[in-house]
């Protein structure tokens, strides 16, 4: 039976659900790994610059980058199934090579497991296209949200499994986690190729933008108020990159001297307020608040949550932090959605996917020059990327206030006055 055949059988019912399994079980894994990746590197050996650390860290995003076009496209000649298999595959094995490399303490296996893993880790945007096909327009929504409930679940569940999978270990590099993470790669594997169906069928195929679409760059940059809304974008991720990446060595540090245990912990208590933020607060705002209103606030909370981290490091208070934390992620969690919301907005609806893609990948670059810029200024001294990162967020709400200031939603009318 050829592709196009099976992609042109209807999947089964409760294919959304096994599609929500497997990337929720997946990211448990991830959520497991990351908080390990700055300390182990640091115990095996980098340069006091924090730059080798930088580039690790950033490793990850920088193959997401450049393989989540290819997956996408890779998914529309042989089905999202396949695609989706080999993903889930390769996180099994490179998850399972993190344990190793913790037991080697090798710097040079970690590089390969984090790289190997951003590509295996590439394919969320398959699993997108997935719930497209197997959804109608209004549906779609509702079936989008699943994979943000498998984020915020992943990153709520997987550190406290993480915490767990440590048992009595008294490793300073343990690699249970690494382990763990691999099993449940494997799990969530097993379900796929068992309980997943195809869901492409013929002439259904979902739309890959290139990451460097010079049209839609164009497109983008010669709407009015959407460049000055791109570059927010840019800063808060960058930002709050910055501060995703700099917090293990943050709770590792002398400041706060935590177990590995603890540091799970405390990304538990990140992941459930990101969880809580986005699917209470954020829900509830958005019907109430307008978009330039929710954007704003969200940076305004960012700002003063990023000077309450610059306090809590300096002042190595643990209560000063839980509150710093909660109320930097509250922040952050207010403005993807909003700022989205705006671009698609103002966009020309017959531009908008192109102008939207942009968008992505401004954020995908926010993500690569994250750690980049927090760790080394890290090294330098705990308080600075937090410090930057209040300036940047000042900078972004200026921008914020002057873009939305003027400008409004699209209107063809307009749009033909101008011409």
């Known amino acids: 039976m050829t592709t196009v055949e099976t992609a042109s059988e209807e999947p089964r019912r409760g294919s959304l659900l096994v599609i929500f399994l497997t990337v929720f079980i997946d990211l448990l894994g991830f959520a497991m790994v990351l908080p390990l990746v700055p300390i182990y590197a640091e115990q095996f050996g980098t340069d006091e610059s924090g730059w080798t650390i930088a580039l690790l860290m950033s490793s990850f995003s920088i193959m997401q980058f450049l393989f989540a076009p290819l997956w996408g496209r890779l998914s529309d000649r042989i089905g999202r199934r396949p695609v989706l298999i080999i993903g889930l595959l390769g996180s099994t094995v490179f998850y399972t090579l993190f344990g190793l490399a913790s037991v080697w303490k090798s ?30 327009l209004q549906t779609r929504a509702r079936g989008m949200a699943l994979i943000g409930a498998a984020f915020g679940l992943g990153f709520t569940f997987g ?7 440590l048992h009595n270990s008294q490793a300073t590099a343990s690699p249970w986690p690494g382990y763990a993470a691999g099993i449940l790669s494997g799990i969530a594997t097993l379900l796929a190729i068992g309980l997943l169906p195809e869901s492409l069928r013929p002439g259904n195929k ?4 290139d990451w460097l679409d010079l049209g839609a760059l164009r497109d983008a940059l010669a709407t009015p108020t959407i460049p000055a809304i791109l ?4 800063i808060s991720v960058v930002s709050f990159g910055g501060f995703e990446t700099t917090l293990s060595l943050l709770l590792k540090s002398k400041a706060f001297n935590f177990e590995l245990r603890h540091v799970f912990y405390y990304f538990a208590y990140i992941g459930l307020t990101l969880t809580l933020a986005q699917g209470v607060l954020v829900r509830r ?10 954007a704003s606030a969200g940076a305004v909370v960012s700002l003063l949550g990023f000077g309450l981290m610059v306090w ?28 989205q919301a705006l671009i698609s907005r103002r966009s020309d609806p017959a531009k908008q996917g192109g102008v939207l893609g942009i968008s992505q990948s401004v954020s995908a670059l926010g993500r690569i ?24 967020m000042l900078v972004g709400l200026f921008a914020l206030l002057f873009a939305t200031r003027g400008g409004g939603d699209y209107s063809a009318e307009a749009a033909r006055a101008k011409k």
């Open 107 to 136: 710097l040079t296996w970690l590089f390969v497991t984090r790289i190997g893993a951003g590509i295996a880790g590439a394919t969320i945007p398959t699993a997108q296209a997935y719930i497209a096909d197997t959804t109608t």
């Open 159 to 165: 550190p406290l499994i993480g915490a767990l999978s």
């Open 206 to 209: 979902a739309q890959h933008h």
């Open 231 to 234: 570059l927010v974008s840019f």
């Open 285 to 294: 705002l958005a019907t109430r608040v307008p978009e330039r209103g929710l």
């Open 312 to 339: 809590a490091s300096t002042a190595a208070s643990l209560a000063l932090l839980l509150v710093a934390s909660a109320v930097e992620v509250v922040g952050f969690a207010l403005m993807p959605p909003s700022l």
């Open 369 to 392: 020059l994250g750690p980049i810029m927090a760790i080394p200024l890290f090294k330098a001294a705990v308080a600075y990327p937090y410090l930057a990162a209040s300036g940047l």
